[in-house]
């Protein structure tokens, strides 16, 4: 077994830790704003980064940008200020390329290795411990890591150096919210012409369209209302614009994207920031409004 640290018990982070501690793993956990009940059984709740992260051979994150990964490695409580050398630092955040490379040097140069894996799918996934992880970095430090990883995740793609699972996941969540607002318009434009949403998103799941994303988004599309919030606005428009300069730096005509994250601006104006990305259907029709 593995003495891990995690950081970070969010709508993600809970579930993942949970699993860790599941699977046997010595596990220490932390989060911003301490919440004893989304403590694993098993688990032990730490005051501190630097505390959470004392002893662990593995110290995972998982936060919502880059600016919340810095305020945990900063400081004398911090996590560089409490790890040992040789601990294997993994950042599951959505941060970036060009965040998780900068981390990485601030993680080396404290004796650290690091690896960028953030994870293809949302909270139910988390919770059945079926996330797929994007690796970046050496491939020695992978191994080490790998026993957590895999409590949590049912595979570990390792797709090159450092940043690599990052620039996958920007990549990823990018075709995400272009996916979503497809949806979005999808159901729009059936609700327009008189057809039940209901109906229409049964031809979506049962057709040669039908990919994961549609079948775990039914609820949240047909059924607004009572659907928990698996992936907001906000995070999603943080996303894309990631998504956005990656293409950029890439030189890439990411013209799907660009309209994506037009609309999710509108939502944002219109105060669905806290929703669910499937809220910007409501944004599509009057229908939808309705």
């Avoid at 996590?79 to 981390?103: C, H, K, N, Q, W």
């Avoid at 953030?118 to 191994?143: F, H, K, Q, R």
């Avoid at 999808?186 to 998103?201: H, K, N, P, Q, V």
Wanted: aromatic fraction near 2%.
């Amino acid at each position: 077994m593995t003495a891990v640290a995690f950081l970070g018990l969010g709508r993600m982070g809970a579930p993942m830790a949970a699993r860790i501690a599941a699977a046997g793993h010595e596990l220490r956990v932390w989060n911003r704003t301490p919440r004893p009940q989304l403590t694993p059984a098993g688990a032990t709740a730490a005051a501190t980064p630097a505390e959470a992260v004392d002893g662990a051979e593995v110290a995972i994150t998982m936060v919502a940008d880059a600016a919340a990964l810095d305020a945990i490695l900063d400081g004398p409580g911090g996590l560089l200020a409490g790890a040992a050398p040789g601990t294997v630092l993994v950042d599951m955040s959505t941060i970036g390329p060009e965040a998780a490379r900068a981390v990485a040097a601030r993680a080396e140069g404290a004796g650290l290795s690091f690896l960028d894996a953030p994870v293809s799918g949302s909270v139910p996934a988390a919770t059945d411990g079926t996330l797929v992880a994007m690796v970046g970095g050496e491939a020695a430090a992978l191994e080490r890591a790998r026993p957590a990883l895999a409590a949590m995740t049912r595979e570990q793609l390792h797709l090159g150096g450092t940043g690599a699972g990052a620039a996958m996941k920007v990549a990823l969540n990018l075709m995400l919210a272009v996916v979503n607002q497809s949806v979005a318009e999808t159901l729009a434009l059936a609700e327009g012409a008189g057809i039940d949403r209901a109906a229409a998103y049964d031809v979506l799941a049962g057709g040669a369209l039908a990919a994961p994303y549609v079948h775990y988004k039914r609820a949240a599309f047909t059924d607004p209302e009572h659907a928990p919030v698996a992936f907001s606005v906000e995070l999603m428009r943080k996303d894309v614009g990631l998504g956005l300069e990656l293409a950029q730096a890439g030189g890439v005509d990411a013209g799907a994207g660009e309209a994506a994250a037009a609309l999710l601006d509108r939502a944002l104006a219109s105060g669905l920031g806290d929703r669910d990305v499937a809220s910007v259907l409501e944004l599509l029709s009057p229908a939808a409004r309705g």
